[in-house]
């Protein structure tokens, strides 16, 4: 099996991230190509479609078809490209490594998609916690990009505009919102807007706006280089096209970053993080980050890693971050930390998520800390129903996933913990809660 042909291409280096090394597995060829040819921007776009690539940050949208959304006026620094690199869901890694050794594929990935939606001003949004290695090396090699003629105004004298910036955000959750982001970008607060309008409508500054998330963006190059059939037959089917890299935590011997053909078996990747910790049995894994619901292990042995099979096992692919828990795993502990998470990170604009995030934290942590009611698991579960779809993001969709499918999946542990006052299993099976 082939790996690292698409975002990871780079890291076959000692320094994956240089300019040198990025033109060694073709970089730039794409955008120099287009800056050469000047193609009409719908064929781009049309060639995005066709290779199936959807949104790797979490919704999984198919990605040519939000480009079309961008308002066909002529090209315009008032029209923006930006992405998401705001990396923040729990579990989740892949886009700060890509950051780190190949940030060429990710500016050229930024060139292409402008010029297909003719934006001349776009903007990569990090995270605060990025300021060290991702930051400085986007900004080096957006340095270098400049420095040969293909970033700037008038590239190459071919009159095509191309501006990129990167953008440190302060390290919030809800930032990873688009609508949030966007305020963020503008000095604001990120709290995420009423929608309509929409951000291809009124996105930053109220210009026309399509938002990506990195890894997304940088598979944009290698399409374009090798074509839209090539980038579909490497995954399982037409809503399943390409590769996706996978962030493997938990009780894995050997987690990591994995790029892995979209459609892969879970027991492959499983193998490929070196199975599991200790030899210890699979319990559970959380197979899109930490809001998106839990599966049990057999199962999400039953899985292959692609949209479609983890939409019909009950979730959601999510951001690709699989968290994996194995026998030894206190589901109710796990589920306080998770709601502990959500509730802190709620920006505080709609009451159902503020007030809503708070009651589910304080309920789970009456059940971990040995005081929880019987009727307390069907009150959490219709709490967490009253707070999905009711709030102006998703955010609250993110808080109340985890706790009706943990109960859902594992309630026989949740009644053990109230009615016994102490954990199932694990090392805290032996300890009577305070």
């Not at 090396?137 to 040969?148: G, K, P, Q, S």
């Not at 009651?359 to 698991?377: F, K, M, S």
Request: proline letters at 6%; hydrophobic letters at 35%; glycine letters at 12%.
């Amino acid at each position: 099996m082939k790996q690292n042909q698409v975002c990871y291409a780079t890291l076959q280096f000692d320094e994956p991230w240089t300019l040198e090394n990025y033109r060694r597995i073709g970089g730039y060829e794409a955008w120099e190509k287009i800056v050469r040819e000047r193609p009409e921007r719908g064929e781009i776009i049309t060639e995005i479609k066709n290779s199936g690539l959807r949104g790797r940050g979490g919704a999984g949208f198919p990605t040519g078809v939000k480009w079309s959304f961008m308002p066909k006026t002529p090209p315009s620094p008032e029209k923006h490209l930006v992405v998401n690199s705001d990396e923040s869901e729990p579990g989740t890694c892949k886009d700060r490594d890509l950051l780190r050794y190949n940030p060429h594929a990710l500016i050229e990935g930024m060139a292409i998609a402008s010029y297909a939606m003719g934006a001349e001003l776009s903007y990569n949004y990090l995270r605060g916690e990025f300021l060290d290695e991702p930051y400085r090396r986007m900004e080096a090699a957006l340095a270098e990009a400049r420095d040969i003629g293909l970033i700037g105004r008038d590239i190459k004298g071919s009159g095509i505009n191309i501006e990129l910036h990167n953008v440190l955000g302060a390290g919030a959750y809800i930032a990873g919102e688009e609508t949030g982001l966007l305020e963020s970008i503008e000095g604001k607060p990120a709290q995420p807007r009423f929608k309509p309008p929409f951000p291809a409508a009124a996105g930053a500054w109220g210009r026309p706006t399509t938002v990506n998330n990195t890894e997304t963006i940088a598979s944009v190059p290698a399409i374009m280089r090798n074509g839209a059939d090539w980038f579909m037959q490497l995954g399982k089917d037409e809503k399943n096209g390409g590769q996706k890299i996978f962030s493997v935590t938990g009780h894995v011997a050997k987690p990591g970053n994995f790029e892995v053909p979209l459609g892969l078996p879970f027991n492959d990747l499983l193998e490929l993080a070196g199975g599991m910790r200790g030899g210890k049995k699979l319990k559970a894994v959380i197979p899109g980050g930490s809001s998106v619901p839990v599966l049990p292990g057999e199962v999400m042995r039953q899985c292959t890693m692609d949209y479609t099979s983890i939409q019909e096992a009950g979730s959601m692919l999510g951001s690709g971050a699989v968290i994996v828990m194995d026998e030894d795993t206190c589901m109710v502990r796990m589920l306080e930390r998770i709601a502990r998470f959500y509730f802190t990170q709620s920006c505080g604009q709609c009451t159902p998520c503020r007030e809503g995030t708070g009651w589910l934290h304080r309920a789970v942590g009456r059940i971990e800390n040995g005081t929880g009611q019987p009727e307390d698991l069907d009150r959490l579960v219709d709490l967490a129903h009253h707070i999905e779809g009711h709030t102006i993001c998703a955010f609250g969709d993110a808080a109340a996933m985890p706790v009706w499918s943990f109960i859902k999946q594992f309630r026989d542990e949740f009644e053990y913990h109230i009615r016994e006052r102490r954990c199932l299993v694990g090392p805290g099976a032996a300890r009577e809660a305070a």
